[in-house]
């Protein structure tokens, strides 16, 4: 069973930084990709950042470039997602999400619980 547990949200400051980490169970090869989507208070979800396993090549959303890098450590199942200076824009759940690609319309097959992040102006 393939599953997705998101951890590292929190209550942080403008300006400051967070890592969310998403485990990966039950997956195998690398013909898929992982993404990092967001969904704030009365705004609909959107997509922040994928990441492809099997080229390991990487998008961002325009909003959080130069400020967000995702990443992935094979050995431990799990992708990172590095958010620094960040805004109270960014408030948000975050849930991570698997496909075979990266998804426009943010509709993956397989999701994570989401974990929050707030931050505070």
């Known amino acids: 069973e393939v599953q997705l547990v998101e951890s590292g949200g929190g209550l942080v400051q403008a300006g400051g930084s967070l890592r969310l980490s998403c485990v990966l169970h039950?997956?195998?090869?690398?013909?898929?990709?992982i993404a990092w989507v967001r969904q704030g208070p009365g705004k609909e979800r959107e997509g922040v950042s994928c990441?492809?396993?099997?080229?390991?090549?990487?998008e961002y959303a325009a909003s959080v470039k130069g400020r967000f890098t995702i990443s992935r450590d094979s050995a431990e199942n799990t992708v990172y997602l590095q958010m620094n200076s960040l805004k109270p824009e960014d408030t948000a759940v975050y849930y991570c999400?698997?496909?075979?690609?990266?998804?426009?319309?943010?509709?993956?097959?397989?999701w994570g619980q989401g974990t929050q992040v707030t931050v505070s102006s």
């Open positions: 039950g997956f195998t090869g690398n013909n898929y990709v």
């Open positions: 999400a698997a496909d075979l690609d990266c998804r426009p319309r943010n509709d993956y097959d397989y």
């Open positions: 990441i492809s396993y099997r080229d390991d090549s990487t």
